[in-house]
Each structure stands twice: as C-alpha cells, then as structure tokens.
C-alpha cells in the first residue's frame, strides 16, 4: 500500500497556528488534504499529529473532515512516521509536509512512479532542488523507514525525518527527480506571514479551479510584484 502521511502540528515556531489559517475558506492542512486526493498513486492520506494536547484540535479537524490519523511524539517526527506507517501497516511511504498547500498531485504521481521504476530505498525531488519549495515529495519504503528509525541518533535526523538517507548513501540507494526548469528560487511553502500572504494571493487569484505548478508560474509572471512578498525569507537549517 501506497501512503501519504502527512505531518502537522499547531505549534510552528515562526507561525504558530498555521496549518489551520485560512487560505480563501478552507484551512491551509485541508488545502493539502484535497490535492493530495487527486493523486492517482496514493491509496490511503494520515495526517500523523503529536499527541500533546496542544494538538488536540489536529485530531478534532480530522475526525471532521474524515481523514485517517495517528498520534506520536511532536519532537521526534521520524519516531511519528515509523509508529503512523507501522499502525496502519504501509508498504510505501510518501512524505509531505502540511505547509504546502500548492503540493502538485501530478508531480507527486511522477516522483512515486521514479520510485517504483528505479526500485530505490528513497526518492525525491529535494537532493538537487529545481522544483519551488513547497512542492518536495519524498517516497521510501517502510524497511528503509525502520532501518533509519533504528540507526539514527541525531536530533535533527529525527525531526526532520530523511537526512539520514540522503546523508547515508552507502547505505541506502537514492534516486533524485528533476524538473524540466530550474524554478528552486521560487518559494511556494508558509513558513511566516509573509509566506501565507502570497499564499492568499494566489488562490485568491484561481478560487475555486483546480491549478497546477506551471499556472503558478505563469501567474507569478504576470504579477512580478509578488515574487518580493516573502524574498526575504530562508528555510531554517536543519540542524539549527
């Protein structure tokens, strides 16, 4: 079985809340829910919660909306996707983060079928980056996910989730996926304010139509004042 589990918590650092903002009537977690629902590879979506009661709210929203979840520890992310994946007993695991709300289910589709072809540990479009941030997928295999679960010891391995693979190549296989453009200098993940602004804009711009990565584009073209929205703003590192 082919599953997306996605991570979310309340308690982001820089936006806290944000999973649950609005982004034109639906909550941004919900955003990604719904395009991820369009992939044609993914047979089962588990939003994977901590189990603080911070978080309680997370497991509401789901009941709600009728997603599958699971609960586990907030810090150690790596141990919440071991004990989600081992729960609901996937096969293959595809890894994307709540703060997408553009996640593209036809490039998700692609990178799970590279996967699938190149018969790799793990697979992803974030090794070498072309694709925007904010449209990362990650696929692996559950004895991959178990034998990184066991080995890892750092605390940024573990709320992070994959630095161990890419980090280990002698011990895993790896597999990178490119764009046919080089678009890694667009950010089109919410990380902060400025981030959720443009995020606002842009289904703002398209409502209630389904869009894809290169109508972003050409929308961005076309309103060259927004790429300076959130220019400012770095992805942290991830041992910081």
């Keep these: 079985m082919i599953s ?26 919900l955003r990604v829910v719904e395009r991820l629902r369009m992939s044609k590879m ?13 978080n309680d709210i997370l497991e509401s929203f789901c009941k709600t909306n009728k997603i599958k979840y699971f609960r586990s520890s907030e ?24 703060d ?4 593209d289910p036809v490039i998700t589709d692609k990178i799970i079928k590279e996967h699938i072809k190149s018969k790799t540990d793990y697979t992803s479009n974030v090794i ?12 692996f295999s559950f004895f991959a996910l178990e034998k990184s679960y066991n080995k890892t010891k750092e605390k940024y391995q573990r709320e ?4 161990y693979f890419f980090e280990n190549p002698n011990i895993f296989s790896l597999h990178n996926v490119v764009y046919k453009k080089d678009y890694s200098d667009i950010r089109l993940t919410v990380d902060t304010k400025e ?45 910081a």
């Design 42 to 54: 993914i047979d089962l979506l588990i939003l994977a919660i901590p189990d603080t009661k911070e």
């Design 128 to 139: 070498k980056r072309t694709f925007p941030r904010g449209f990362d997928t990650e696929v």
């Design 4 to 29: 997306s589990i996605i991570q979310a918590r309340i308690t982001s650092t820089r936006l806290p809340n944000k999973v649950l903002m609005d982004i034109e009537g639906k909550p941004m977690v």
């Design 195 to 239: 981030d959720m602004e443009l995020a606002r804009k842009i289904y703002n711009h398209f409502k209630d139509k389904m869009f894809f990565l290169e109508d972003i584009i050409l929308y961005l073209r076309q309103k060259p004042d927004f790429s300076i929205i959130n220019k400012g703003i770095r992805q942290k590192d991830l041992k």
């Design 75 to 98: 810090e150690d992310v790596l141990k919440r996707y071991y004990l989600t994946a081992k729960h609901y007993n996937v096969d293959t695991i595809v890894r994307i983060t709540s």
């Design 100 to 103: 997408c709300p553009f996640i």
């Design 160 to 163: 992070h989730v994959t630095p």
